[in-house]
């Protein structure tokens, strides 16, 4: 029999083979990384070497540039569906776009707080202010993308003409843009019934696991809002990590909805009369937010596109560093050219037909609008566009049971969906309509806001989130006998059903060529300016600028 000094002694062996063996295994993956790394920067070194040589002193400075480098910086984003059209993908884009001119030496147009005495965007114009090392590193650029998407030989170039027709971003010929295709492990991203938010972040680490296995870069940017995969990348790979958060992945919202019982199309009735299912749903969402702010604060950079998606990441990442509010960007160019004249008495609302978006309160608010006054915008002939697109037969059935209960509430026949359409569809139901709906509870920004605002619409946006925080700064007060004066209204904030017909039933009734409502138009367009395309890659640039300051260990430093 041992007695208990040997058990102590025993124990203690035991624990320090186990730690030992552990960072054997830490080495091990470290050094593999490195070895990945290294693999696609020789690469893409070669790449560049068998590219016909320039001429004239263009050939001369891209020569001395090459001996002065060390190796290609390579940025890799994990954006899984990067060819889809939606509102991350065109932050995904614009992203990039700001890199490639980063790559040319295009750094900030606009003043900022970091070049307030110089805002030349040549590169000779802030080489005071960029080390050699961030200008070097810029020069030497490689883009990677990690995509579930299933490769074939015209992908590349399809996914960029993709780009190009439906955001109007076309990328810098000097950038180069690498795809590592994830599409036999796809499955991962499929979402249990039960369990979703765990069984979603074990799914992403996988795959974040098998992308940074394909190729590892210096910068690991997440764009999806898939915090948990900084483990993988900034501790087992090593990199550096940077993050733009859409939403964020839980929030103390979420928690307050669970706590008072409030059924929403993630919190069910069957939890909502079940006070033990009630406590025992706090706890796992507690525990996950728990979770969630410790992975997150791994990010050395931390970018969000709202204010209130920045005061939900700051209470939850709490060791996260300084947080960066980076308006998405909007294509506002294109659409503050659209006449406020000549407008009809319709309604649109765009989005995607997800449960969040709650379309059910748009149909509810358009029938109490239309019983208004003795049915006067029922006479009048008002109607009511739902434009978005499907994703799939969830959100086909989605559109079935809108269609039913816009029978159910008697408004099928001033009620269309405009399904799937090209953004020339779009355009031109813009330059139509006179109010814009928008009815999602905490969005967490709201780009269809932005993009109505600056076609010229009235905007009507849910009393919470990014439309309340950032975009509707000056709501219209319906009590004041004139909106005109120094506190000029931007459109209409609104929560219940009652609310939002209010709104759009005090903007139907007036001369749609009234100075009050012009007005109203103009200033909307002028404050939806703040979040262009100009204005957003400026931003990127600037805050990304310090990731590019030196390369990141990848391996252990006795063995360099």
């Known amino acids: 029999m041992l007695d208990h000094e040997q058990i102590f002694h025993f124990s203690k062996a035991t624990l320090l083979a186990g730690v030992a063996t552990l960072l054997l295994v830490f080495h091990q993956i470290r050094h593999t990384f490195h070895e990945t790394r290294e693999a696609f920067v020789a690469f893409q070194r070669q790449k560049n070497r068998n590219k016909p040589p320039k001429k004239g002193k263009k050939a001369k400075k891209s020569a001395s540039d090459d001996n002065e480098d060390d190796g290609i910086f390579v940025v890799a984003f994990f954006h899984p569906r990067c060819s889809d059209g939606g509102g991350g993908e065109r932050v995904l884009w614009k992203s990039i776009q700001a890199l490639g001119e980063m790559k040319e030496g295009k750094f900030i147009k606009r003043r900022t707080k970091m070049k307030k005495e110089n805002s030349s965007s040549d590169l000779s114009g802030v080489k005071g202010k960029v080390s050699d090392a961030i200008l070097t590193n810029c020069r030497n650029l490689s883009v990677v993308v990690y995509t579930i998407d299933e490769p074939h030989p015209n992908y590349d170039k399809e996914v960029m003409e993709k780009v190009r027709e439906r955001f109007s971003i076309v990328m810098p010929s000097s950038l180069s843009v690498h795809f590592v295709h994830l599409h036999e492990v796809k499955d991962l991203l499929n979402k249990p019934k039960r369990l979703t938010m765990v069984a979603e972040t074990w799914g992403t680490m996988k795959l974040a696991w098998y992308a940074l296995s394909v190729v590892t870069p210096h910068v690991y940017i997440d764009t999806t809002g898939c915090a948990f995969t900084f483990v993988v990348a900034k501790i ?61 604060s791994l990010a050395d950079l931390t970018m969000v596109n709202s204010s209130w998606t920045k005061g939900h990441i700051q209470y939850l990442w709490k060791f996260a560093g300084e947080i960066h509010v980076v308006f998405p960007p909007v294509n506002t160019k294109s659409l503050k050219d659209l006449s406020t004249t000549g407008r009809e008495n319709i309604i649109i609302s765009i989005g995607q037909f997800r449960p969040e978006k709650d379309h059910t309160l748009q149909l509810q608010s358009f029938a109490k609008l239309l019983e208004m006054h003795d049915g006067a915008m029922k006479k009048a002939g008002v109607k009511l566009y739902l434009i978005g697109s499907c994703r799939g037969e969830d959100d086909q059935k989605r559109v079935d049971q809108l269609q039913k209960l816009a029978r159910e509430l ?17 355009k031109d139901y813009f330059r139509r309509a006179s109010v814009g709906i928008h009815t999602m509870w905490n969005e967490h920004f709201g780009i269809g806001v932005v993009e109505m605002m600056s076609a010229g619409l009235v905007t009507v946006a849910h009393k919470s989130g990014g439309p309340k925080s950032d975009i509707i700064l000056r709501p219209w007060d319906f009590e004041k006998l004139s909106t005109l004066g120094s506190d000029k209204p931007t459109g209409c904030l609104a929560s219940t059903a009652e609310e939002y017909a209010r709104a759009q039933f005090e903007v139907l009734k007036k001369d749609p060529l009234s100075d009050e409502i ?34 990141p260990r990848l391996i252990f430093f006795w063995q360099e």
Not at 272 to 291: E, H, Q, S, V
Not at 410 to 425: D, R, W, Y
Request: charged share 15%; glycine share 6%.
């Open 518 to 551: 012009l007005q109203i138009r103009e200033d909307g367009r002028i404050s939806a300016g703040r979040f262009s395309d100009e204005v957003f890659m400026d931003s990127f640039k600037e805050t990304v600028l310090p990731l590019f300051r030196n390369r």
């Open 236 to 296: 087992l790979a090593g990199c550096k990590v940077a993050t733009y958060v859409h939403y964020p992945t839980i929030s103390t919202d979420m928690l307050s909805l669970v706590w008072q019982r409030r059924p929403s199309y993630n919190n069910n009735s069957q939890i909502t009369t079940n006070p033990f299912i009630t406590y025992a749903k706090l706890f796992y969402y507690a525990a996950f937010a728990i979770c969630y702010g410790f992975v997150g």
């Open 410 to 426: 008697g408004v099928q026949g001033h009620v269309s969906f405009v399904l799937n359409q090209p953004h020339s569809v779009l």
